[in-house]
């Protein structure tokens, strides 16, 4: 889908529906469209891609079945590999030739969850990687929602999320991208597709290719916090059961306090979870039953800032007082006293 202006200006990339049963995006895509056909961009082009996982999409299915592949961990693909390597070849190379200013990912989490934003990690010394990133945590401020970091490092490469279309972007090719999270998989809820919209239309409005009447929107549920968050998965059950939350999305919640309990079908409880540090929840699993070692709760946690880190031995160099050389005038007096 492609609306453009007759005036030139920014490029924005929306895409919906990578992983096949997570279609709000879809009906995200669709409003902001015909939001279009009525309120003519003013500037600048607007693609979609509403559905990258056409086959997922009609068996109801996060992977792409025909190779049972995560589209979403084989960017930027190859055009000689299996059958996902070549799609998300093709897509990354048609976002690309556009050369545009931002590309959104549109996702779904969980239905008990909040919306929010994801934004990658810095992979490689690739020049230009940390400005990039930067830009994109600017942009992702003003959707409107809860902007996090992607899992910490460890678990970044462990889930193959630096070889997501967002990561392959910002990395490997210098482009600003970020993933939104709205709402469950399976269904589509008014709400998490309203908030897509505006989220979308706060986007083009800084980029001023359209206007708002009503001004920049912000959702209620936005997680107020001056510090940057990451995403966290500490979180994990020892025992099957049936699991009990005892906190709700976009709480805050200190180390030690209980976030739920695991109770067999007998009612006795087999295992109560706290937190294991001072954290935000995201997102509780939409599932009554626990497994062993599965994350049931999505959480964030303030990211440690530069500030916080110790100084390398060059920045203490730096910091450490120049000593003044003494005055003409003290040197003549230390001089007398000598020849005293």
Avoid at 85 to 112: M, Q
Wanted: net charge negative; hydrophobic share 40%.
């Amino acid at each position: 889908m492609i609306e453009r202006a007759k005036e030139p200006g920014p490029t924005i990339w929306l895409c919906g529906a990578m992983h096949g049963n997570e279609v709000t995006g879809i009906e995200v895509i669709h409003r902001i469209f015909n939001f279009l056909k009525r309120n003519s961009l003013k500037k600048g082009t607007l693609y979609a891609i509403p559905m990258i996982n056409p086959l997922g999409f009609e068996m109801v299915r996060r992977e792409n079945p025909y190779d049972d592949e995560d589209i979403n961990r084989n960017f930027p693909g190859d055009n000689n590999g299996n059958t996902t390597e070549r799609l998300t070849n093709a897509v990354f190379n048609s976002i690309v030739e556009t050369k545009p200013d931002l590309v959104i990912d549109l996702h779904s989490d969980t239905l008990n969850s909040i919306p929010y934003v994801i934004v990658d990690r810095p992979i490689g010394v690739k020049a230009g990687i940390v400005e990039v990133l930067a830009k994109t945590w600017a942009l992702a401020e003003k959707f409107g929602v809860t902007v996090t970091h992607d899992l910490e490092a460890e678990g970044y490469k462990k889930y193959g999320l630096d070889k997501s279309l967002t990561a392959a972007l910002t990395n490997r090719v210098q482009i600003a991208a970020f993933l939104v999270e709205l709402g469950g998989p399976n269904v589509i809820h008014e709400s998490f597709v309203r908030i897509g919209t505006r989220g979308v239309k706060n986007i083009l409005a800084d980029f001023d290719m359209i206007s708002l009447e009503e001004g920049k929107w912000v959702s209620e549920t936005k997680i107020k916090t001056e510090d940057r968050l990451e995403l966290t998965e500490d979180v994990i059950c020892n025992e099957a059961g049936i699991i009990e939350y005892l906190v709700k999305p976009g709480e805050f919640v200190k180390a030690g306090q209980v976030l739920a309990e695991i109770y067999n079908i007998l009612g006795k409880v087999e295992e109560t979870i706290y937190a294991k540090r001072d954290c935000y929840v995201i997102s509780l699993l939409d599932q009554s039953i626990a497994f062993p070692g599965i994350n049931i709760i999505s959480t964030a946690v303030v990211l440690k800032s530069s500030k916080e880190e110790k100084p390398s031995k060059e920045e203490v160099k730096k910091e450490e007082p120049k000593k003044e050389e003494p005055k003409k005038e003290e040197i003549e007096i230390k001089e007398v006293k000598k020849e005293k």
